[in-house]
């Protein structure tokens, strides 16, 4: 290591030079676990930009923050410490001056891009057998095998086969042939092979005995199979994906530097891909729009850019396959080249397009692929767009790539690499929202083009867009005026010319609205013990609240003070707080499940808490305060007496016996029942679906539920993965499941099999939300119910969202009969 004498400028240079490699090699986290010059919140600003944008993004926060001045004594010394004791050792490698021979570099950065290329098979491996290996050869330490351990026992083997793989090809060169031999030894022969082992294995062992002294196993793969040592630039990616691994592409974080492409050919084998298969005959490339489909495009086919709003199960995204093959047909006979990309807001989207939609009318004439990912094994999303005709992918991937080719950091995608952008659920094109983010770099292209036209220069071609949605909304207004700003302000975002729907009546199905009031119980004896509690504590902490317990107000007076009582580090009215934030979920808990939960519910977070105060050192020596102490035993006075009452069912509330008597009515009354039902939480959907499947009588009329939700980390209810949304949804396509219990996660987008009913249990958001969760009642006779919780105002807020629905029926309407030039100077 360089002498403590050496200039801090020197050290800065030497990391600013290492920067490209640094962020390849870092993990944030764990880096920042053995830093000891920075402040907690310095740090906790990196931790929070690696949560939202990815690891690569926060190494750059993280290198600034090291390199900025002022400096404190020895701090490029500990820096490197704190590479090397987090296990980042390549990384400090760099920092110390051993600099690996160029052409080992080279042979590394190869090993590390097949292993990536390869990852949707090399995630089938055992991964806890083989983690053990690994760490025995030093491949990885003993925190990364806990790291392994955990992610396998809570998200499954592949999950935690993406966690090894992103860790070993973080090593020192050298890492690939120990690992090809971990996979020879752990019986992964087909792994073995695919990733260049030889199939002669004696000739192999001996291979593996003379590479030992080498610094990298790459030549291994070169000796046993001279194909796979192909350049990366010239390599085809060509791995056959199985579908229980496709969730390795999923969950994109925003602002991902890098990007995974699915690594099977488009052109997928029929049996990969039921959707796409019954497609794949010559008729079915023919795609066939209804009138009214074809007089919603027509603007678009001639080049203009638009926003086709029609109804949820209308065909929007079978019009936009049908204009970007129009649109690449005309482009081809032209002599020039195509490139859509088709932007989506939702994870699950990205495949549901891909696979229903795009592909099976596309794939004989034009290379479609897709993108979406969080996983640390990606590839460049710039050479996706290259090698084919169609992208589809999360709008924060192409923002990402956009500002990459802006900053000059790398070579990105630029605005004019493309010829049509499709915008799916476009009303988010707003501000602040990832969709405006693009159209804004649209917008001022455009800007710049109409200058150079002017000094008689070349304008920088654009791609044109098209706008997809159901209900570009009103905004929140109360007046036509506005309604019709808001709408106007969306084209302008979109640069659209016209927006583009059909007469309402036309073609619409309307299910039938039912609204199930409720009535307060009769006695509510388990709230009463709550409400008991609380009082307690607000005379403990001297607090007045002026609304009713469990409400919406009540709720935001408690965070309020929460968040003042930290703020001024009272501890006593912060601790206090919280435990009344839990109560008062436990109140509207007890409103809309069963009272057990809600028991249940409580019951698990002072467990937690007590849990938590407990020394590691003496599980009986409690470290907790007066107040900690008091609100314990509070809980602990009334828990007998809350189990008890639990368990008394003439005490449960109103609205579930609405929502069981709509289920039982539902199926008892269609012949082949199908439903969904939204609530608020994901705690609800989760108790709901239990209670469902404890419920004999629901299982007698064939009632076979499962619940949907989100797959980010903001709840503290374990999410959905991609893999689990998809697999629900897939049964409840084809009937395995007949009741689906969703969160909004289900609301927009996802093309979910007509419904013959939707519930809306107690949640009710705008009038977007709603016209969507409409939509998903599409058969004949399907109906609409809204069931009332208490505290929710549901039945208020629904008429409210009605009557903006009519205003933006109205309000499109008005836009449409203005002529081009009114149109275009508003």
């Known amino acids: 290591m360089a002498s403590d004498t050496d200039t801090d400028e020197t050290w800065e240079t030497l990391i600013e030079n290492f920067k490209p490699r640094l962020r390849e090699l870092i993990s944030v986290n764990r880096v920042l676990d053995y830093i000891d010059f920075m402040g907690p919140a310095q740090k906790e600003q990196i931790r929070q930009k690696a949560r939202t944008d990815g690891d690569i993004a926060a190494t750059d926060l993280l290198i ?11 701090w490029f010394n500990a820096f490197v410490d704190a590479l090397l004791n987090s296990g980042c050792v390549h990384a400090a490698d760099y920092m110390q001056g051993n600099l690996p021979e160029p052409e080992v570099e080279a042979e590394n950065d190869y090993c590390v891009l097949l292993i990536r290329l390869l990852s949707p098979s090399l995630v089938k491996m055992k991964t806890q057998e083989v983690c053990v290996h690994c760490l025995a050869q030093e491949l990885i330490n003993a925190e990364d095998s806990e790291r392994i351990t955990a ?36 019986e992964h022969k087909h792994l073995y092979e695919l990733t260049g082992g030889s199939p002669d294995c004696e ?6 005995s003379s590479l030992k002294g080498e610094p990298t196993g790459s030549k291994a793969v070169t000796e046993a199979s001279p194909a796979a040592a192909e350049s990366p630039e010239h390599m085809e990616i060509n791995v056959t994906e199985d579908p229980e691994t496709t969730d390795l592409y999923e969950g994109a974080s925003p602002k991902s530097e890098k990007l995974p492409v699915s690594s099977e050919p488009s052109q997928q084998p029929d049996g990969a891909n039921p959707a796409a298969a019954a497609a794949r005959s010559p008729e079915s490339n023919d795609i066939v729009l209804r009138d009214y489909q074809e007089e919603v495009a027509r603007p678009a086919l001639e080049g203009k850019n638009i926003i086709i709003c029609l109804p949820t199960g209308s065909g929007k995204t079978r019009v936009a396959v049908y204009i970007t093959k129009k649109h690449l047909d005309g482009r081809r006979a032209e002599g020039q080249s195509g490139k859509v990309v088709v932007l989506v807001n939702k994870i699950p989207l990205v495949e549901q397009h891909y696979s229903a939609e795009f592909l099976p009318f596309l794939r004989s004439s034009y290379k479609v692929e897709r993108v979406s990912g969080d996983s640390q094994l990606k590839i460049s999303f710039t050479e996706i767009v290259k090698k084919n005709d169609v992208i589809i992918c999360t709008a924060q991937i192409l923002e990402n790539y956009l ?17 049509l952008i499709v915008i799916d659920e476009c009303h988010h094109t707003q501000k602040g929202g990832v969709y405006n983010h693009i159209m804004m770099r649209y917008l001022k292209q455009k800007h710049k083009n109409r200058r150079l036209m002017k000094e008689q220069k070349e304008p920088v071609p654009l791609p044109q867009i098209l706008g ?9 207004a109360t007046k036509m005026e506005k309604a019709e700003e808001h709408i106007l302000r969306i084209c302008a975002n979109l640069d659209a010319s016209k927006i583009m729907t059909r007469s309402l009546g036309e073609h619409k199905k309307e299910p039938r609205k039912i609204t199930l009031t409720v009535e307060d119980r009769k006695a509510d004896p388990f709230g009463d013990v709550i409400k008991k509690i609380m009082i307690a504590i607000h005379a403990h902490a001297d607090l007045s609240p002026t609304c009713d317990l469990g409400s919406q107000n009540y709720e935001q007076w408690v965070v309020q003070k929460e968040r003042i009582a930290a703020t001024e580090e009272n501890q006593k009215v912060r601790v206090c707080a919280d435990h009344l934030r839990q109560y008062s979920e436990g109140l509207n808990l007890s409103n809309t499940i069963r009272m057990r939960d809600a028991f249940s519910f ?3 977070y002072h467990k937690e808490e007590l849990k938590r105060k407990t020394s590691p050192d003496d599980d009986q020596n409690i470290k907790i305060t007066v107040t900690e102490k008091f609100l314990f035993n509070l809980f602990e006075e009334n828990k007998e007496e809350l189990q008890r009452l639990a368990d008394i069912p003439q005490y449960e509330n109103d609205s579930l016996s609405k929502l069981r008597g709509k289920i039982l009515q539902e199926f008892s009354s269609r012949e082949e029942a199908r439903g969904i039902i939204f609530t608020k939480t994901r705690r609800s959907a989760i108790a709901l679906s239990q209670w469902i499947q404890e419920n004999p009588k629901f299982a007698d009329i064939g009632v076979k539920a499962a619940y949907v939700i989100g797959g980010g980390d903001q709840s503290v209810v374990k999410p959905m993965t991609s893999a689990e949304q998809k697999d629900v949804l897939k049964k409840f396509g084809n009937g395995d499941i007949n009741l689906l219990i969703a969160t909004t996660v289900a609301e927009e987008g996802l093309d979910i099999p007509a419904c013959n009913f939707v519930i809306r249990y107690g949640l009710v958001t705008n009038e977007i939300a709603m016209i969507q969760a409409k939509g998903r009642g599409r058969a004949e006779d399907s109906s609409y ?25 109205k309000a499109i309407d008005k836009i449409r009969a203005l002529n081009q030039a009114d149109y275009d100077r508003r």
């Open 403 to 419: 500002d990459r080719s802006n900053s000059g950091e790398d070579e990105g995608v630029n605005l004019s690499d493309l010829t």
């Open 785 to 809: 119910t809204l069931v009332e919780v208490k505290n929710s105002g549901v039945v208020e807020k629904e008429c409210v969202n009605e009557y903006r629905t009519k205003m933006m029926d």
């Open 64 to 74: 600034n923050a090291v390199i900025t001045k002022p400096h404190s004594t020895g």
């Open 203 to 208: 000739k192999q062992d001996e291979k593996l």
């Open 151 to 186: 992610e396998i026992r809570n998200n499954g083997s592949i999950s935690g086969a993406r966690e090894l793989l992103s860790i070993i090809v973080r090593g020192r060169p050298g890492w690939f042939s120990k690992f090809l031999q971990i996979l020879r030894e752990t």
């Open 468 to 476: 997809l949605t159901a209900s570009p909304g009103v905004g929140g």
């Open 602 to 604: 409580l019951n698990k």
